[in-house]
T-cell receptor, first 115, second 114 residues
């Protein structure tokens, strides 16, 4: 079974600075998808960014980018120019490319933005 | 707004009772997923339906059941409720079985069992 680990329960960053959230996962599969979801105080789950394992290029969405290291099974999220609206819980998630399409989530990192 | 709707938003009930949570997927989405978010267990997959058929089960208790109707809306039934069932229940939908399709989450139903 796949597992996802987020070792940082809480992180904080000054507004306008850059922060990196860590995620590692364990799988025996060679093809899969990885996601970062944001959960603000409203509790809505919002997709931030996704990465296909077969793509070597790291995904980027505006101020959000990932560092995907397939051999190390690492998938970190970098947020540049942090804004107050980035304050939320961030969840890393794994989805197999075969069989069950469920998302397996990490335990989350609570990000605080310091004005 | 993801386009996925869930009702009710909040539900407060007593132990031993039965409740039904409802989910309407985005227009055209055939897949519906149910997830439970609790303080001690985090976000966990419960069950997946595709076009009316059950596709996969996760950590879903026998006291829980779900179905997807011909109009593609889904219901999650929770019975013999216990205090530990208090959680946020999310429904998500995706377009089809193409790999990697994004799952769009509804706003969730917060269930409190007293």
């Amino acid at each position: 079974a796949q597992t996802v680990t987020q070792s940082q329960p809480e992180m904080s960053v000054q507004e306008a600075e850059t922060v990196t959230l860590s995620c590692t996962y364990d799988t025996s599969e060679s093809d899969y998808y990885l996601f970062w979801y944001k959960q603000p105080p409203s509790r809505q789950m919002i997709l931030v960014i996704r990465q296909e394992a077969y793509k070597q290029q790291n995904a980027t969405e505006n101020r959000f980018s990932v560092n995907f290291q397939k051999a190390a099974k690492s998938f970190s999220l970098k947020i540049s120019d942090s804004q107050l609206g980035d304050a939320a819980m961030y969840f890393c998630a794994y989805r197999s490319s075969f069989g069950n399409e469920k998302l397996t989530f990490g335990t989350g990192t609570r990000l605080t933005i310091i004005p | 707004d993801s386009g996925v709707t869930q009702t009710p938003k909040h539900l407060i009930t007593a132990t031993g009772q039965r409740v039904t949570l409802r989910c309407s997927p985005r227009s055209g989405d055939l897949s519906v997923y149910w997830y439970q978010q609790s303080l001690d267990q985090g976000l966990q997959f419960l069950i997946h339906y595709y076009n009316g058929e059950e596709r996969a089960k996760g950590n879903i208790l026998e006291r829980f059941s779900a179905q997807q109707f011909p109009d593609l809306h889904s219901e999650l039934n929770l019975s013999s409720l216990e205090l530990g069932d208090s959680a946020l229940y999310f429904c998500a939908s995706s377009a089809d079985r193409s790999w990697g399709n994004e799952q769009f989450f509804g706003p969730g139903t917060r269930l409190t069992v007293l």
